[in-house]
């Protein structure tokens, strides 16, 4: 039987949450927000939303962070410091 997508993405954000855990810390402003858009049960996305001076360098590892565990990746860029890597998995 293959994993639920949702939880594989799941799974996937936890990776990301354990990774990049400075730039996620409690009580202050996440320059990491993570988010799994579930509208497409077949085909679910992880957003994972970065923030901050350092988004397009921080964009750039965490593309490369999923792609090496087998994502899809695509990018949203909506200003130098407000970037969104959409991540999917077959």
Wanted: glycine share 2%; net charge negative.
């Amino acid at each position: 039987m293959t994993e639920n997508p949702t939880d594989a993405l799941s799974d996937l954000a936890d990776q990301i949450d354990d990774e990049f855990e400075a730039y996620r810390q409690p009580n202050e402003f996440k320059d990491i927000s993570l988010v799994i858009d579930n509208d497409e049960r077949k085909h679910p996305t992880l957003i994972v939303h970065i923030d901050g001076d350092d988004a397009a360098s921080l964009a750039d590892r965490i593309d490369e962070f999923l792609q090496e565990r087998g994502a899809q990746t695509e990018r949203e860029q909506y200003s130098e410091s407000d970037i969104r890597v959409l991540a999917t998995l077959d």
